[in-house]
């Protein structure tokens, strides 16, 4: 069934279908046979891809809250209910509403007219795909939609009943039953897709983590392959396009190098962005980040043996795509410019001496070390270097950079530029917010990370407990890579020094090679997106004299 479903996504999404939403419809809904009547028209099929969202603050004009002590307890939303106070609409009425003017989705019993939120949709005119159709098969792939605050949205929608007749399961099952095991201790952010933080005490405890605890950070299903039947497709567009295609057994023919790096989503940190002003994603506290040593070979030299010319770089991008597939049958995919490529990225096999764990991209995934995560793509499957940047919703509607003013409705994301490095940033992983700290002879022992991107060494790192007025330095562990090609994370510890109180705030900031450190808050660093978030890190611990 799953791979039916996903050859007629990928024949739609070649344009090989034509009058397909309602034939779409009709086929979640009875499981039958396709209604190819031919009128000239093509509607693809494809989901609210990036999270259904409340426009933030003055989206939708900013809700008033009462305050705490006023507010009545939260009513639990359950999308989808049948209604006996609404009208029943059947899948066949529901698909001709697939246009600007009129553009109903279905979830469940729920018919929703959702016209009036298309020009607040931070994913664009991806939303567009889904016009009449049910969303609630491509929900079961983005689960991040699952939550309360975008039920609520959803509900507020809603003009009526899905006809009993036209109401399905949309099991998942089958999208999922393959997933491979995950350690307990990692914590779990959304199970379909898998996206979990390493706790923090983890974080400290290993200069390099396990591969077992590495962050893991999903967009969709994790796809099976083969190490002995892999092949990378290499495309390079110039005028014409000369096509070249390697088995891993060929890669290595090319000289095996290893690097240590760090990954860090640029979403690292959320949580304490969200407290400023809410913003959309999934929430990380500090612990979508880790370390790892990683072999293969060089992408620049997998590149040059493929034809492209070292010396015509500008305006030239990489585009990077994935086995991953969306419940369109999109892969995943983004860019990076051509320089970058050539600067240190890696083609990697191997993570902490051993085989790529289906997590993080057995058997071949990229590694852009210095740059957002997102660039590293997984399960790489094809690379293609040419003038344009990639096409995919990933790249060109989402990590991208805004300033704190801008909202869903006027953010621009194809002005915006693409975040392809990361700004320097610490966390204090020991104590955690809240701890009692017992202290010694008049001190307290601090621990945590501190990170920069784009190849930067962080140098200092500096803690306070007295809002900034004085500063004590700690002790750094840092790889012995030099400036500029130094990617990996440093390990900090420090002794300090606490007045004779019941509790104390600790502030850390970090100072990079470039002399570049850390904001002291949020709110001028704000984003609709909140990612990029490296203000300093603050907590509050209990201390016992």
Request: contains cysteine; aromatic residues 8%; proline residues 7%.
């Amino acid at each position: 069934m799953f791979l039916r479903n996903l050859l007629l996504r990928t024949l739609l999404r070649n344009n090989k279908l034509h009058n397909f939403a309602p034939a779409v419809h009709y086929q979640y809904h009875h499981y039958g046979g396709y209604d190819n009547r031919d009128n000239g028209k093509y509607i693809p099929i494809a989901l609210f891809s990036a999270v259904l969202v409340e426009s933030t603050g003055t989206e939708r004009k900013e809700r008033q809250r009462p305050p705490k002590a006023e507010q009545e307890p939260e009513t639990i939303v359950e999308p989808g209910l049948k209604r006996p106070d609404l009208p029943t609409y059947t899948a066949d009425e529901v698909s001709k509403h697939d246009n600007l003017s009129s553009f109903w989705v279905t979830y469940k019993h729920g018919v929703y007219d959702v016209t009036s939120f298309l020009p607040s949709h931070p994913g664009g005119e991806q939303i567009l795909n889904a016009a009449g159709l049910s969303i609630e098969p491509f929900w079961n792939v983005y689960g991040m939609h699952k939550t309360q605050e975008v039920f609520k949205l959803l509900e507020s929608y809603r003009i009526g009943n899905l006809h009993d007749d036209d109401v399905v399961d949309h099991s998942d099952d089958e999208l999922w039953v393959k997933e491979p095991f995950r350690d307990k201790r990692l914590i779990v952010k959304t199970a379909k897709p898998f996206n979990a933080e390493i706790p923090p005490k983890y974080q400290i405890e290993h200069f390099d983590t396990p591969n077992e605890l590495f962050y893991v950070r999903q967009h969709m299903p994790v796809p099976e392959l083969d190490a002995a039947t892999h092949t990378l497709r290499v495309d390079v567009v110039d005028g014409t396009t000369t096509t070249t295609h390697l088995t891993l057994e060929e890669l290595g023919q090319f000289e095996t190098v290893t690097v240590r790096a760090a990954l860090m989503c640029a979403g690292n940190r959320r949580s304490e962005m969200h407290k400023v002003k809410p913003v959309k994603g999934l929430s990380w506290q500090g612990g979508a980040i880790s370390n790892a040593v990683w072999t293969g070979v060089r992408l620049r030299d997998v590149l040059l043996h493929c034809g492209v010319s070292e010396e015509n770089t500008e305006g030239k991008h990489v585009i990077l795509t994935g086995a991953d597939i969306d419940a369109t049958g999109e892969s995943f995919s983004t860019s990076i410019p051509l320089a970058q490529a050539l600067d240190g990225a890696l083609l990697a096999t191997h993570m902490n001496g051993a085989a790529l764990p289906p997590d993080h991209g057995r058997p071949l995934r990229a590694l852009v070390p210095g740059a957002p995560a997102v660039r590293s793509v997984k399960w790489l499957v094809s690379i293609t270097v040419s003038e344009k940047e990639s096409s995919s919703h990933w790249h060109q509607k989402d990590y991208r950079a805004f300033n704190p003013s801008k909202t869903w409705e006027d953010a621009d994301f194809a002005t915006a530029p693409p975040v392809y490095s990361l700004p320097v940033t610490s966390v204090i992983c020991d104590p955690q917010d809240g701890d009692t700290v017992t202290v010694k002879d008049g001190f307290i022992e601090v621990k945590g990370y501190a990170y920069s991107g784009g190849g930067a060494k962080v140098m200092r790192v500096d803690l306070s407990v007295d809002g900034g007025r004085r500063w004590a330095e700690a002790a750094l562990r840092c790889d012995p890579a030099p400036p500029r090609h130094h990617y990996s994370w440093a390990l900090w510890n420090a002794r300090i020094p606490v007045p004779r109180v019941d509790q104390v705030d600790i502030w850390v900031k970090a100072t990079d090679s470039n002399f570049n450190t850390q904001p002291e808050n949020f709110d001028d660093i704000w984003n609709i997106r909140g990612i990029l978030g490296n203000a300093y890190h603050k907590i509050k611990v209990n201390l016992k004299h």
